[in-house]
Every structure is written in structure tokens, then in C-alpha cells.
């Protein structure tokens, strides 16, 4: 009895330990679930951004670079106030606050204004971030990855100034194709290649070539500010009625310059008029004066 005992109650454990299981099953798929119904939502958003991204990304360049600059500048400011500076008393911290605050809004409203500083603080901190994560990861160190990531970011912050043009149409058609494919693989719960490779692809190709034919090219386009040459208005012609009397040629002496005299209309002779009773004298012609 002790043996039967014994196994229906090793029995009864293990069908206790398959309910808890099935329940843990349950239970991991309803949060499987609920991530999948999470991911789509943020993939409904990021797709936005990422068209906008890709086909209007030279024109909204100056937002993206208002909000690099906020990033900036609250990033400068929290450095700040992990350092110390503001440790102490309650006003201080709220001080502090403050100052991460107003630096965050300053780095936003400079790079936004400051078209030239906006374009070199994107690539700068984007080349910055690729940089030290491939350095670091390389090197596996993390002072090493910080001074290569420096290094590249003042190095690509310039040659986007010069090709700003060409380098504003390419990344923002860039990094918008891969965020909405990225979205569409978020939103159709896929990981084939056609939406992670494909797709980014194709809205990549279409994206720069809808920005560089839409885009007009504006070489006095400087600093944020458009540069409008005005040439100066030529006074209007002056013209004058000059009499015509006398012959063609006939100076002006009204003016320092000869003016052309009108040509008189030549008179048309006529034969001498005759009575038409007499065929003795002819009829004085009559002689007609110019009006």
C-alpha cells in the first residue's frame, strides 16, 4: 500500500507541476502576445516619421536639427549636473533644473537658426555614435571608441558643411527607408528579408530621387539665410515731342542731341482745272498751304 500510496502521489506532483507549466505556457504567450499588439502601434507611428523622413527630409531638416540641438544642449547640461555643481541645497537642484532646461532650449533654438552649426551637430553626432560603438566594440575599450567617435564626427560635421546639399538628401533618405521598413517588420509581426532589405531599399532609391529633383539647387542659400541680389532699377525712357517742321535732318536746337524731323507727306500735282464751258484759259491752280 505504502508503493501505491507513493506513486499516486508522485502522480498527483507531476500533474501539478504540468498545470503550472501549462499556466506559465498561457501566461508567456499572453505577453508575447501583448508585445506583438505593442510593436504594431509604435510601427503605426515610426512609419510617419520615416516617410517624412525620407521624402521631405531636406525640407524638415531644420526641425530635426532643432531637436538635435535640444538633445545637445539638455545631454551638456546633465553632465553638468551629475558632476556636482549642483549638489547641496534643494535650490540648488532646482537651479539646476533650470540650467538643463534653458540649455537644452538654446543648443535647440542654435542649431535650428544656425543652419550651418545645425548640419554639423546631425552629422557630427551621428557619425559620433557609429564610430564609438564599431570602436568600441572593436577595441573594447570604451577611451578609445570616445576619441575615435570625436575624431569622426568633426571630420564628417565638415564635409557636410561643404556637401550639405548632397549629404542632407542622402542620410535623410537613408535613415528614412530603414525606419519604415523597420515599422513594416513592427507592424506585420515579419522578419523575411523582403522587409528588412528589400523594402528599405526601394523607399531609399525613391526617396533621394524624389528630394534631389524636387529640391532646387540655391547656391546663395548660406547660413540659413537666403541672399537676394537686387539690381537696380534703370530709370524709364524719356520721350520727347519734337514739331515736325523742315526737311529730314533738321537739328534740334532745344537740346544738346538732334532729333529727327518728321518727313512732310509730299502733295500730290494735280493738272490744271479747267471751266467746263471755256476751252479758252485754263483755272489758276490752287495753290494749298500746309495745315
Known amino acids: 500500500m505504502n508503493d501505491i500510496g507513493m506513486q499516486v502521489f508522485e502522480f498527483l506532483v507531476a500533474l501539478a507541476g504540468i498545470k503550472e507549466l501549462s499556466e506559465l505556457?498561457?501566461?508567456l504567450h499572453e505577453l508575447d502576445q501583448?508585445?506583438?499588439?505593442?510593436?504594431?502601434?509604435?510601427?503605426?507611428?515610426?512609419?510617419?516619421f520615416g516617410i517624412l523622413q525620407c521624402f521631405l527630409g531636406y525640407k524638415l531638416?531644420?526641425?530635426w536639427c532643432g531637436f538635435i540641438g535640444f538633445l545637445v544642449g539638455g545631454i551638456i547640461g546633465l553632465m553638468l549636473y551629475a558632476s556636482g555643481v549642483f549638489a547641496g541645497s534643494i535650490i540648488l537642484q532646482i537651479a539646476g533644473f533650470f540650467i538643463i532646461l534653458l540649455l537644452a532650449c538654446t543648443g535647440a533654438y542654435v542649431a535650428y537658426r544656425a543652419y550651418l552649426v545645425g548640419v554639423f551637430i546631425y552629422a557630427a553626432v551621428t557619425a559620433f555614435l557609429v564610430f564609438f560603438i564599431l570602436i568600441g566594440l572593436i577595441t573594447n575599450t570604451v577611451?578609445?571608441?570616445l576619441i575615435g567617435g570625436f575624431i569622426a564626427g568633426v571630420i564628417f560635421g565638415v564635409i557636410a558643411v561643404i556637401f550639405r546639399r548632397f549629404?542632407?538628401?542622402a542620410t535623410t533618405s537613408v535613415s528614412g527607408g530603414i525606419t519604415i521598413g523597420t515599422s513594416l517588420m513592427m507592424i506585420t509581426q515579419s522578419?523575411?528579408?523582403i522587409w528588412s532589405i528589400l523594402v528599405p531599399l526601394l523607399f531609399i532609391a525613391a526617396g533621394f530621387v524624389i528630394q534631389y529633383t524636387t529640391v532646387k539647387?540655391?547656391?546663395?542659400?548660406?547660413g540659413g539665410v537666403k541672399v537676394i541680389s537686387v539690381q537696380p532699377s534703370q530709370p524709364p525712357p524719356v520721350y520727347v515731342n519734337v514739331a515736325a517742321q523742315g526737311t529730314q535732318g533738321q537739328e534740334n536746337t532745344s537740346g544738346t542731341s538732334a532729333t529727327p524731323a518728321t518727313p512732310t507727306t509730299p502733295v500730290e500735282e494735280k493738272p490744271p482745272q479747267t471751266s467746263p464751258d471755256a476751252d479758252t484759259e485754263p483755272l489758276p491752280?490752287?495753290?494749298?498751304?500746309?495745315d
Open 285 to 290: 491752280d490752287v495753290e494749298k498751304t500746309p
Open 34 to 48: 501583448s508585445i506583438k499588439n505593442t510593436l504594431s502601434v509604435v510601427g503605426g507611428f515610426t512609419i510617419v
Open 167 to 169: 549629404w542632407i538628401i
Open 61 to 63: 531638416f531644420k526641425v
Open 217 to 222: 539647387k540655391s547656391p546663395q542659400f548660406r
Open 25 to 27: 505556457l498561457v501566461s
Open 191 to 193: 522578419t523575411e528579408s
Open 143 to 145: 577611451n578609445t571608441g
